[in-house]
């Protein structure tokens, strides 16, 4: 079992960055691949960013290569995601997720476990 809990949601303008965080609970942490995705209101939750257990591989969707990061500290049980020239398109709820299934998933039911989930407002 796997326990997660996001955090580092906020308002901010166009432009502005910035940082997620999602405490894992569990000793096996880093045997897990770690994803975030976000949903807005009236859509599909999507693909964002994952990495692998390891952190030596990374995925991104289109929409946000180039301004998201993901990273990981294996020792701190936490991924986090680094979100810079941040567009009011980026206005969703944000999920971190955790699977031990694949080495990095893009496929929301690649990931066995949710954190609650912690809102990114980005106004014009």
């Known amino acids: 079992q796997v326990q997660l809990v996001e955090s580092g949601g906020g308002l901010v303008q166009a432009g502005d960055s910035l940082r997620l965080s999602c405490a894992a609970s569990?000793?096996?942490?880093?045997?897990?691949?770690m994803g975030w995705f976000r949903q807005a209101p009236g859509k599909e939750r999507e693909f964002v960013a994952a990495?692998?257990?390891?952190?030596?591989?990374?995925y991104y969707a289109d929409s946000v290569k180039g301004r998201f990061t993901i990273s990981r500290d294996n020792a701190k049980n936490t991924v986090y995601l680094q979100m810079n020239s941040l567009k009011p398109e980026d206005t969703a709820v944000y999920y971190c997720?955790?699977?031990?299934?694949?080495?990095?998933?893009?496929?929301?039911?690649?990931?066995?476990?949710w954190g609650q989930g912690t809102q990114v407002t980005v106004t014009s």
């Open positions: 569990g000793r096996t942490f880093s045997s897990y691949a």
């Open positions: 990495i692998s257990w390891s952190g030596g591989s990374t």
């Open positions: 997720a955790a699977t031990p299934w694949v080495v990095a998933g893009t496929v929301v039911n690649e990931y066995d476990y």
